[in-house]
């Protein structure tokens, strides 16, 4: 509670979604609660919540008096509900550029990855076109008898603080995912004072990415399906201008 308070993301939150006349508790606090219910509580259903702020000072944490019956699975419920429709990979942008701001964080170097979950059980394909697709995918944890979901992650490499985030189906596509998030930093970058640096892994490194890439600094490993790369290592190779590192590295 103390980092929240620190950085003031309860009231940043209220001034984008809360409602103060609509509810005892404010979506900044329903979070709050969320939050510390799920460091010490993680294995309890979101019904039980209540039970779990019984016995604790809750005028201490919140700053005023509340009820620990008033962060029932309703309001809870109703408060996820808001940000959804307010946007949730929005929202985690936002509270991200606000904590960085303040602490001042190196933007120079930023890292672009997937990383993929997989999930047991069957999983039933319903109607609705915004939610994610749990299906078989190229699986980074080597489980491909599984079904998946996928992770994007932007993160700063000073700290390695996550900027930005979106939840993807489980057979995205790595290139065409970093080819849709590079135009979405190509007018970040060129809006940023000093120069900016996208790191990422050879995906990155795609032809259909080309016009991007051109417009931003990069950092990134080409495939060896390109001729180019196998030519380049045959040269360095060739020129016998390696600068040794340690014993067993060279470059």
Known sequence: MGT?????????IDERLSNPQKHNITTGEAVAAMIIN?????SKPLSLTPQFFESKSLDILFGR????????RHRLGRALDEIYEY??????????????QQIK???S????????FSLSDNYEVDSDEYEIKVT??????????LKQVMLELVTSQDGGIPLMMRCLDGNASDSKVFQKRCRELLDA?????????LIGDSKLYHSTNQECLAGIKFITRIPKTYQEEKKAIEASITSNQWVRLNEQNKY
Do not use: M, W
């Open 136 to 145: 078989h995918g190229y699986s980074k944890d080597h489980r491909p008898d």
């Open 4 to 12: 929240l308070k620190e950085f003031n993301i309860i009231n940043f």
């Open 65 to 72: 008096d509340i009820e620990a019956e008033q962060l029932n």
């Open 189 to 197: 970058f060129k809006q940023s004072e000093g120069p900016r640096y």
């Open 38 to 42: 799920g460091l010490g509580f993680v």
């Open 109 to 116: 170097f930023t890292s672009l990855d997937t990383t993929s």
């Open 105 to 107: 964080l190196d933007y």
């Open 87 to 100: 946007g949730c990979e929005l929202l985690f942008s936002q509270i991200a550029s606000h904590l960085c």
